[in-house]
């Protein structure tokens, strides 16, 4: 249980921090060959990025940790873009590299 106000209610760019976990559990089931779980990871990796991203926005978080995360999800764009996901999570991630507001802005309505 969590109370208003505790330290785990903060939201800080280390949430980001499992997004990198899951890029490096993609690697390893892409180096397993396992591609009967990849796509799920990948899909998953794409919802959990989302609403990360989408909750440091609304914290108001924009450090030097989620520029360099933004950078490197751009250096990455291509390479998601050509996994096997669902169109849907394409599409936020092109919006996501585009533009961190707009994605958020788009992003909120959804939810």
């Not at 993609?26 to 990948?42: A, G, K, M, T």
């Not at 609304?58 to 751009?74: C, R, S, T, W």
């Amino acid at each position: 249980r969590e109370r208003s106000g505790s330290i785990t209610d903060k939201v800080t760019s280390k949430i980001l921090d499992g997004c990198y976990a899951l890029q490096e559990r993609i690697h390893y089931v892409q180096e397993l060959q396992l591609d009967e779980v990849l796509v799920d990871i990948q899909n998953a990796y794409c919802r959990i990025l989302f609403d990360q991203i989408y909750r440091c926005y609304e914290a108001g978080v924009n450090d030097k940790k989620i520029q360099q995360f933004m950078k490197e999800l751009k250096e990455q764009e291509r390479i998601v873009l050509e996994w096997d996901i669902l169109e849907e999570n394409k599409k936020r991630y092109q919006l996501l590299c585009n533009s961190y507001e707009r994605f958020a802005k788009t992003y909120k309505k959804l939810y």
